[in-house]
């Protein structure tokens, strides 16, 4: 599969190895696994000089061999005596740095935690006695985003301070989805792009699956997904454990909860019998897992809190996989697959809202966009986008079949708002798989 997207990082990183040529740089680039974070590096500096370290766990002597030959073969110099600590790796990096400019990727960086914790202190010591000197475009890289994030923004941590630049990847958007469906398989349906959203999440390894199968209609998607042997079926398990540790079973539960309907704190706590206030928080702060959602227009401080699963992928994964993981023992795929059958359309239809609320923020017309509900989920209004500057407001229903759309239920339901857009232009829109 070609390289799609990514033209923002890309430039940024270019940006960044330019300024290594005059003193050195260190980015660290997070972002959930299998979003693509090695294919963009290496994409990047595929035409300059770059070493690639990946940080296995095993013994740091092992390590330091592999680094090694790495630093032989690409920078075309002799080394002479043993490596056997990264600490004298970096240091020599260092040293040739101030002499010659090169791009160094490190992937799995928080795996030196296992490997040798004090790596960090020694990387700091080494960085802050030859940064103004050397010439070095230094990219850390890593899946485990807790881990990441606590050893760049953690001020306790020796690396706190230390990187000049910081790069989250994201998944792919709707439209860079839509883009390489079209390239694969032009006569797509919306049912198929829908579905191609909903199981990717614009993740970039799951798209790519799903493309070297050609995998591209809702049928087939869904049929490599439930399969036996699929990779899909430990994936959530593959992602989130070394996330999470020991406790991995609380939080699972609370995402499966989420993911099939319990998406408030008190049905979460009805279920599981424990307080879960620490739990969600870390999901959110923490992971990145979940976000909260307000209605449109409620105040930061309101208690009107839902919660969602961020991720599409793993909002499947937990809504199908985990929560029928019985049948996946007992090997019977094809009883999860009849559930999929029964309940796909009621799941897809929140997706589809999801769609077109990220469709609608890629238009960048409205400053404000957002779901609407009251207490006990009355007077539900799919989409509300608002654009202050031109005093415009749209009022949208979301449906899978455009003949369930019901634009005047839509405007009864809006009346009690129309109020607070004394001025505006008022207009109601019903969105469903012919639009997407």
């Known amino acids: 599969m070609k390289f799609y997207n990514r033209e923002s990082e890309l430039a940024q990183l270019k940006q960044i190895e330019d300024l290594s040529h005059q003193s050195a740089q260190m980015t660290f680039v997070i972002g959930r696994r299998r979003i693509g974070k090695t294919s963009l590096l290496l994409e990047a500096h595929k035409n300059s000089p770059c070493l690639y370290f990946f940080i296995a766990k095993k013994n740091e002597a092992l390590l330091c061999q592999e680094f090694a030959e790495e630093i032989k073969q690409k920078l075309q110099i002799p080394l002479f005596g043993e490596l056997k600590t990264f600490k004298v790796v970096f240091g020599l990096l260092l040293e040739i ?139 959530g398990k593959n992602v989130l454990i070394e996330e999470f540790g020991k406790e991995y079973g609380n ?89 999929v059958d029964r309940d796909y359309d009621t799941y897809s239809g929140k997706i589809l809202e999801k769609y077109f609320i990220e469709k609608l923020k890629r238009e960048k017309k409205y400053n404000l966009i957002g779901t609407y509900w009251e207490r006990n989920n009355e007077n539900e209004i799919d989409i509300i986008a608002v654009n202050e500057i031109e005093k415009k407001v749209v009022f949208c229903e979301v449906k899978r079949k455009a003949n369930n759309i019901d634009l005047g239920k839509l405007k009864a339901k809006s009346a009690k708002l129309l109020p607070d857009f004394q001025g505006y232009q008022v207009s109601y829109q019903g969105y469903s798989l012919d639009d997407i």
């Open 251 to 339: 939080y699972f539960s609370i995402l499966s909860l989420i993911a099939t309907g319990k998406t408030s704190r008190v049905e979460i706590e009805s279920v599981m019998e424990i307080q879960t206030g620490g739990f969600l928080e870390r999901l959110e702060s923490n992971y990145g897992l979940i976000q909260k959602v307000r209605p449109i227009f409620a105040k930061p401080t309101s208690r009107t809190i839902k919660y969602a699963v961020a991720d599409n992928f793993l909002s499947f994964w937990f809504r199908f996989i985990y929560k029928y993981r019985s049948a996946i023992e007992a090997g019977n795929i094809e009883y999860i697959a009849q559930i």
């Open 97 to 235: 740095a101030k002499t010659r400019q090169f791009t160094v990727i490190i992937d799995e960086f928080q795996e030196f935690n296992t490997v040798n914790a004090a790596t960090y202190s020694d990387m700091q010591n080494l960085w802050d006695a030859s940064k103004r000197d050397a010439k070095i475009n230094l990219l850390l890289c890593g899946s485990v985003y807790s881990m990441m994030t606590r050893i760049f923004e953690n001020a306790k941590e020796p690396l706190f301070g230390r990187a000049t630049h910081k790069i989250h990847l994201k998944s792919f958007d709707v439209s860079t989805l839509k883009e390489i469906l079209t390239d694969y398989h032009p006569q797509h349906s919306g049912e198929d792009l829908l579905a191609f959203y909903l199981i990717t999440g614009g993740v970039a390894k799951y798209v790519e699956l799903l493309i070297s199968q050609k995998a591209f209609t809702k049928t087939a998607m869904l049929a490599q997904v439930l399969r036996e042997n699929s990779l899909f079926l430990e994936e």
